[in-house]
């Protein structure tokens, strides 16, 4: 899945792709998890026809426990008065799972991952 993420052009943008609308989680459970990324990124910048300072390295990293995420945090409140309760979803990872961090206005995606064996982290 991450694989095909990575190389299909506009896949997280249809709709269908990811759920356009918040649901009401009941119990949550993801394993702790931390991974981070870096490369050297020159030549590919170079590839591109810019003109780069001779080395430029990229690191990105993402660390997931009890108190949150320290890529990115986010807090919504809902206030209803009115109509049925919303149905609760639980989310239990114990399977792979796929996990990204998108910004909500330009739909950038930040963070992108994949935890293969959560028993592991």
């Not at 609308?21 to 993801?30: Q, R, S, T």
């Not at 945090?73 to 008065?81: D, E, H, Q, R, Y």
């Not at 799972?97 to 739909?107: A, I, M, N």
Request: hydrophobic share 45%; proline share 5%; aromatic share 10%.
């Amino acid at each position: 899945m991450l694989e095909r993420l990575a190389s299909t052009r506009g896949f997280l943008n249809g709709k269908e792709d990811i759920p356009s609308h918040w649901a009401d989680v009941g119990e949550l459970k993801i394993p702790r998890f931390k991974f981070d990324f870096g490369f050297e990124a020159s030549e590919a910048l170079k590839g591109l026809g810019l003109e780069v300072p001779s080395t430029i390295i990229h690191k990105s990293c993402i660390e997931v426990d009890e108190v949150g995420s320290k890529a990115a945090a986010a807090a919504v409140i809902f206030v209803g008065c009115c109509g049925p309760a919303e149905k609760r979803y639980d989310f239990v990872a114990d399977h792979p799972f796929l996990f990204l961090v998108k910004e909500y206005r330009s739909g950038l995606i930040l963070f992108l991952g994949q935890v293969m064996d959560p028993s592991k982290h």
